[in-house]
Nanobody
Framework: VQLQASGGGLVQAGDSLRLSCAASGHTFINYIMGWFRQAPGKEREFVAVVNLSGRSTYYADSMKGRFTISRDNAKNTVYLQLNSLKPEDTAVYYC???????????????WGQGTQVTVSS
């Protein structure tokens, strides 16, 4: 499966963005999907994960209530809605797929190329 992330950009604090991650192939529905982010000089960190059906989600504590992960299996796409953005949310955001409902990078088997989100104060 190949992943293509999009939707990033330069926004002001308090603004919103919707990231998309389109998957190629016909096996998208078989994979749990997650989002991670990596800020300059920092390790890649977990953001959110959604299960196969889309009914179950889990978020990193700092993103709860502001970010929403969802998926559309008919469109082979996973989304990340970013609301109330803060300068500290500035990072490259990556989507990833795997077989485990996990927060660990090592549990994801394939990754998208990332999309840059920059939040100005």
């Amino acid at each position: 499966v190949q992943l293509q992330a999009s939707g990033g950009g330069l926004v002001q604090a308090g603004d919103s963005l919707r990231l998309s991650c389109a998957a190629s192939g016909h096996t998208f529905i078989n994979y749990i999907m997650g989002w991670f982010r990596q800020a300059p000089g920092k390790e890649r960190e977990f953001v959110a994960v959604v299960n196969l059906s889309g009914r179950s989600t889990y978020y990193a504590d700092s993103m709860k209530g502001r970010f929403t992960i969802s998926r559309d299996n008919a469109k082979n796409t996973v989304y990340l809605q970013l609301n109330s953005l803060k300068p500290e949310d500035t990072a490259v955001y990556y989507c990833a797929g795997g077989l485990m409902f996990s927060t660990r990078r090592a549990d994801y088997d394939f990754w998208g190329q990332g999309t840059q989100v920059t939040v100005s104060s």
